[in-house]
């Protein structure tokens, strides 16, 4: 009998969402909505046509659509995909999720909600419908268009970051609270997960496929698929995560082989029936006297979506530098909520953490955003005319001068994916020591510091101070990227220069979070609002030339410590007698011609941009030679100007200066540093004013030591540029002009005859 009204339920199920979706695309609307409008019209709550036996049944052939949905997810998932959408994509999917997260938030608790509910409710709000988005676009046919590839590159994004954050409300929703054992136990556990996840899919998986291809025919590859995907989501229970996680991670695994294509071509089939049971599942959940009593946050919440999904998508697609038209295009299409938000509202029905009203309401709230999702898209073209027309001429002329139609294509340099995965694992190494800190003080330093302060809200702030002090040098050191490549992306385009400024902005709002966690416990102010007020400090933190030094000695020590072997062993196979070979690794030298001064006179007019980091080391003017030029010395055209620094270096001065059409490159290759100092009677150099590279050892007594190379005093005083320095076994080359210079350090200074009879006088001149 059971089996009986189950298969009646299917037969309902299937028949009914089947004419339904057939009107639904007969009125050119996404089949999605037409599930969900099947599963109210076959639900309890509504009377006039037969509905569905056992509910309870539904709900788990539903719970097995969410497998299948995130299955299929995972199968169209590959790393190479996500660097192919470039850092646009990055900027607009983490502008639009964060804003969400918390504006969400926000209004769930201005309505009075609890807290979980409201937890909820941002993760809900901050992803748009990839399902409804992409079948809008092929119904347009805009999906080449470039606004179309830029939001669907951000929904990739999203939609990776929607598993990570089913992971933390799973975590959130058993501590009720973020508490650090909880979240370092459940992120201990995703790092195993994951482990796993890498060795199925780089090592076993692959190879097993490889040796049985001669025996896969279609049923079998079907077979092994979906074994493998219950396999993971079995091993995701066990481990204390979703089922969904473990079907995403089962189809990622399948996608990095040779037959990912092929499996999701056979899978498809399966995946859309169990989806429309999914989506059928979350129409049978809309119960008409909830809509009636919670229509004014239906409403609310309709209208936050809206506005903020298309403000903040717009915003973001600004600050990735694309153009306003392209901007505004794109943040229409991502004024909806959908199937991610079902996931995210099950999640929370399932562990019990949300209120009963919650479900219904965001259904409602995605059907209503997805039925004017094609309004908008079709009206985007007509509000960014307006706004072409309409906004401030100092605002229009600021974004043509910072953006670009070809940016997309511009993030996706080779000097992008450098510099954003080096941005990565900074800011991931970064966040990880600071939720240790934040960790260690909450669960120990503060009892510690309880035995000793009688007043509760005096050990809670002491507590807090040092553990702000302890994370000043992560937060510093999360900022300190490679500032030659940061120098030339922004000398490259101006359209680059809003996405480096947004991931600035994004690193310092990730460190103003960890600072409000640690603030949280002394000053009862919301999360928000501290966030803002922290914001100030960390600023503040960056921009302190004392912090600078302190975290870039703190850096070069570790990296010293950490490779001490290995450094001993390369100085030992390099045979350091007397000269410096790793100098002759990263720095270069240059020759450009001067053609035109542009009232440029002196060093310091050709060197007075942010974006100039490169050291003019000589000026030979018609035969005569100057040496290490105090800012002061005038340039004139015709003048050659040998420059040294990094690649990266002189390849951003090279742009700063030719578009300003002042320099041109003359007919000589760059060339290695020692290959220019052992080399420079080929630029006519006489004997006499050859440039050195010099040893010179800090003492103790010396007045420069534990100051910074800015403040040293040694370019007045010796006529010379430290080029490098040695720290034991540690090799800084190029050093940073904030490195503090410690005892025994050897300097490596480059001059001419000055520095080396100065030298002498003071008795300095190191034998190497």
């Not at 502008?95 to 209004?107: E, H, Y």
């Not at 060197?607 to 030029?629: K, L, Q, W, Y």
Request: charge should be neutral.
């Amino acid at each position: 009998m059971h089996l009986d009204s189950l298969v009646a339920d299917l037969a309902l199920i299937l028949i009914v969402a089947g004419i339904v979706t057939l009107i639904f695309r007969r009125l050119k609307q996404p089949v999605v909505l037409g599930y969900i409008v099947a599963g109210f019209l076959i639900s309890p709550n509504f009377h006039y046509i037969p509905t569905v036996v056992e509910s309870g049944d539904i709900g788990v052939w539903a719970d097995i659509g969410i497998i299948f949905l995130m299955f299929g997810l995972g199968l169209e998932f590959s790393f190479l995909k996500i660097a192919t959408v470039g850092g646009s994509a990055f900027t607009i999917a983490i502008t639009v999720m964060t804003a969400m997260l918390f504006i969400g938030t926000g209004v769930g608790h201005l309505m009075g909600w609890e807290k979980m509910d409201c937890i909820f409710l941002g993760g809900m709000l901050s992803m748009s419908s990839t399902m409804i988005i992409l079948k809008a676009f092929e119904e347009y046919h805009m999906k080449e268009k470039d606004f179309a590839q830029m939001v669907l590159g951000a929904l990739v994004i999203e939609d990776i970051a929607g598993i990570f954050m089913l992971v933390i409300l799973s975590t959130l929703s058993v501590s009720r609270d973020v508490t650090g054992t909880d979240l370092a136990g459940q992120l201990a556990m995703l790092l195993v997960y994951l482990a796993i996840w890498l060795l199925l899919g780089i090592y076993i998986i692959p190879s097993v496929l490889k040796r049985v291809a001669n025996l896969l025919t279609d049923e079998l590859l079907v077979v092994l698929a979906l074994g493998i995907c219950f396999l993971m989501v079995v091993i995701a229970n066990a481990i204390g995560f979703s089922s969904a996680l473990g079907a995403f991670v089962a189809g990622s695994i399948l996608a990095g082989t040779v037959r990912g294509e092929r499996i999701e071509g056979l899978v498809k089939p399966i995946r859309d029936l169990f989806g429309a049971i999914f989506f059928v599942s979350v129409g049978m959940m809309i119960q008409p006297e909830l809509l009636g009593k919670y229509i004014v946050p239906i409403l609310i919440l309709t209208l936050v979506t809206i506005a903020g999904q298309k403000a903040f998508a717009t915003l973001g697609m600004l600050l990735s530098g694309q153009p306003l038209r392209t901007a505004v295009q794109g943040g229409s299409a991502m004024v909806q909520i959908g199937e991610f938000s079902f996931i995210v509202a099950t999640l929370g029905m399932s562990l019990g953490v949300i209120s009963d009203f919650l479900y219904p309401i965001i259904v409602c709230v995605s059907v209503i955003t997805a039925f004017l999702t094609p309004l908008f898209i079709r009206t985007a073209p007509r509000e960014a005319a307006f706004w072409e027309k309409h906004l401030p001429r100092r605002l229009q002329a600021f974004l043509k001068r910072n953006t670009s139609p070809d940016q997309s294509r511009y993030s996706r340099d080779e000097d992008w994916y450098a510099f954003t995965r080096k941005v990565a694992v900074r800011t991931l190494v970064c966040s990880l020591f600071m939720f240790v800190i934040y960790y260690m003080g909450k669960e120990y330093l503060g009892d510690f510091v309880d035995n000793y302060v009688s007043s509760p809200l005096g050990a809670k702030a002491i507590t807090a101070g040092i553990m702000i002090l302890v994370m000043v040098p992560f937060i510093n050191f999360m900022h300190g990227v490679d500032s030659g490549l940061y120098v030339k992306l922004w000398t490259k385009h101006r359209a680059n220069h809003l996405p480096l400024i947004t991931l600035k902005a994004v690193r310092v709002l990730i460190a103003a979070c960890f600072i409000a966690l640690v603030l949280r416990q002394v000053f009862r102010i919301p999360f928000p609002l501290l966030v803002l007020i922290a914001a100030i400090p960390i600023v503040l933190i960056i921009r302190s030339e004392w912090i600078t030094g302190v975290t870039i000695d703190m850096e070069m020590r570790f990296i010293a410590n950490f490779s001490e072997k290995t450094l001993a062993r390369q100085k030992k196979e390099r045979g350091l007698k007397g000269q410096a070979h790793w100098l002759n690794e990263s720095l270069i030298v240059a020759e450009f011609r001067v053609t035109d001064t542009d009232e440029r006179d002196t060093i310091f007019d050709f060197a007075d941009n942010p974006s100039f980091r490169v050291t003019i080391i000589r000026i030979i003017r018609e035969g005569r030679v100057i040496n290490m030029p105090t800012k002061d010395e005038r340039v004139l055209a015709g003048d050659l100007l040998h420059m040294m620094g990094t690649q990266d270096e002189i390849d951003a001065c090279t742009m700063l200066l030719e578009e300003d059409q002042c320099i041109e490159y003359t007919d000589r290759r760059d060339v290695r540093l020692k290959e220019y100092i052992y080399g420079q009677s080929f630029y006519h150099v006489p004997e006499a004013d050859q440039l050195s590279c010099l040893p010179l050892k800090v003492e103790g007594s010396m007045d420069f030591v534990r100051k910074s190379i800015k403040n040293s005093g040694i370019r007045p005083r010796f006529k010379a540029t430290i080029i490098g320095i040695e720290r034991g076994d540690l090799p800084i080359i190029n050093p940073d002009i904030e490195t503090v210079l410690r005892k025994d350090d050897l300097l490596w200074l480059m001059g001419g005859k000055n520095m080396v009879d100065r030298l002498i006088e003071e008795d300095l001149l190191q034998s190497r």
